[in-house]
């Protein structure tokens, strides 16, 4: 026991299609919220749980589930238009912006972000541990800058309005996507406690990234430790804050690979605990489908068996990535040992 295993957490369990009804089954009652990827809309019925739809391709699967359970009953609410459920120790919540792709990126941001921040701090669970943003066109040129560009800035005011300092301890793990198409997609999973951020010595923290990467910088941190489970954001092949390898996936794939470790490395300095893959879940955006084979046959080298990998066709926040992987890592088996 080092105190982490003591600290409430989440659960997640990663399916592709043909298991999730089987999952959702077995878990009744106990769902903060599934994330569903896949082409075409999903076809299971989601019920009364929170449910978004990230419209992206799943490369040799027709889609696949994350799925957050808790160990608790979890209540699902519907009001002021929000959708979100809680089990007393989590939140998760969903944000879905059709217009803003009218209004622009910057001001969707800003109001979705401010709204669940609100919803967060009147809630009881104002400690934001990990945030989901998709939306189309994330490369393409907003109103004067990219549109990533602009999402960036509207996130930055929002935390800015809602008195929340961007330093470490107080911006969640995090990935930003594009997807082919649809509105602007955001979940957030919050917690009554803190959870402990974790950072990467070898990039430059995401909200101190320089001017050069748009008017504001991202903010999010390198992962985030949820009692004993590891978060880990969207993590690329950058180093400092400058993108390596330019061109070429499978060097990106290696610096990807040796960003993760570290952030893996100083998590376990952290105090987090795993003794194999066992409970890690890798979803990998790829820009180009041709990528797909060889970067699964390197992952499942570096992984082995036990992990769960994802891989799916996306756009990815700067143009010269071509591949950036998320993982959620929650070691199973442990505490009944
Ligand atoms: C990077 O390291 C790659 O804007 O929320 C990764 C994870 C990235 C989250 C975000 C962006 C975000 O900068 C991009």
Redesign the pocket.
Known sequence: MNGLERMPSVRLLCTSGGRVAEVLAEHRGKVLGVISYSASEPDFSSGDLIHVWVELEVFGEESCHEIWVSENPVSVQRQDGFEYSSDGDFLFCRSLHGECMLQGLELGARSAYADLFDLLDRSGYPFLLR?W?YFPGINDAGRGIER?RE??VG?HEAFCQKGRLIEEGNVP????IGTRRGGLVICFLAGRNKGMAIENPR?VN?YR?PGK?GPKS???S?GMLVGDALLI????S?VG?ETMHPGDVMRQLEETLE?LRTVGSMARQAGFVAEDFRGLCLNVYLRSREDFDSVRKRLEIEFGPHAKIFCMQAE???TD?LV?I?AFWIPVGRKAA
């Not at 793990?173 to 930003?176: Q, T």
């Not at 954001?233 to 690329?236: C, I, L, N």
């Open positions: 945030a943003n990533y999402f960036n996130r793990a995090a990935c930003a990039q995401a990234y990467y991202p903010t999010f390198r954001s969207g993590t690329a950058i804050s960003n990815i926040c700067r990535l950036e998320e």
